[in-house]
């Protein structure tokens, strides 16, 4: 015990600032890194079983699905928001020197995505809420574009980490292409015979669309950590509308869902 003091304080001696470092972790990159994993791997797991049972319930063929995967992979391969050197055309943003546009470039920036190839417009009576995010499809060109829409009025009245959050959160949603996926699964159904009643309340897509959500929510928040998960959780409590929909799992369970990663947070700050 005592051989392990002297070294402990040798070691002290030594490393200087070292020490502190160790006790203070200066680097919560590392921790938010090996975070970022468990969690992503978490929600591979969970999408997986989301997609087997939409393909159960509709009776979609292993192919059809396979090839749904493959093409999401191709198209993400040569979109130019994930590629920055291959953006051939001029940015498309609707105010470039808005302070929106500006805010929504460094987070682009931040997730190494190229902004340039994203489209950003600011248009109040695109969006009920403050931001969305989606994909549109060109079948003529096979191309994808990454839109993100934001509304000025219902953004303004925001705390800035509530926007900032908000953003990020929006962000997931063109990393994972969520909107374009689930337009191509439409695109399956249909040709299958199906309508859009028979899909929209369907419980496994409901279950589908819920787990983009949180997905969207619980990476943005490992990504970016405590005040971002402050301002989110602070911001689905205040909703008035406190139930889930087709599209939303219910306030109270995301609420849950960024309490898990606040605390993984915690432990693996502990063990650092
Ligand atoms: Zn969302």
Known sequence: MKMYITAFIASIVI???????KVYPKRPVQTQTSLMNIWKKEFQEKY????????????????????????????????????KG??????QWSHPDHPLTQ?????????????????ITIDDTATAGP???????NETTDEVTNVIVLNNA??????????????RHEIQHIIHYDSLEEGFLRCILKTLGYTAQDWETHPSMVQFRHLKELRADQLSAVQSGGTTIAAMRLDLSSRSFQEESICHPAPAQRIAGLALVEEAFKKEITVA
């Open 15 to 21: 490393s200087g600032g070292h020490y502190l470092t």
């Open 154 to 167: 219902a953004m303004e009245v925001l705390a800035p980490e509530t926007r900032e959050a908000i953003l």
């Open 131 to 137: 931001a969305a995010a989606f994909q549109r499809y």
């Open 103 to 119: 805010l929504v470039v460094t987070l682009l920036k931040e997730h190494n995505l190229c902004a340039d190839a994203i489209e």
């Open 86 to 91: 291959i953006l051939t055309k001029q940015s």
């Open 48 to 83: 997986k079983i989301a997609l087997q049972d939409i393909q159960k319930a509709f009776d979609i063929s292993d192919q059809e699905m396979a090839k749904l995967a493959q093409t999401l992979q191709e198209l993400q391969a040569k979109d130019p928001a994930f590629n």
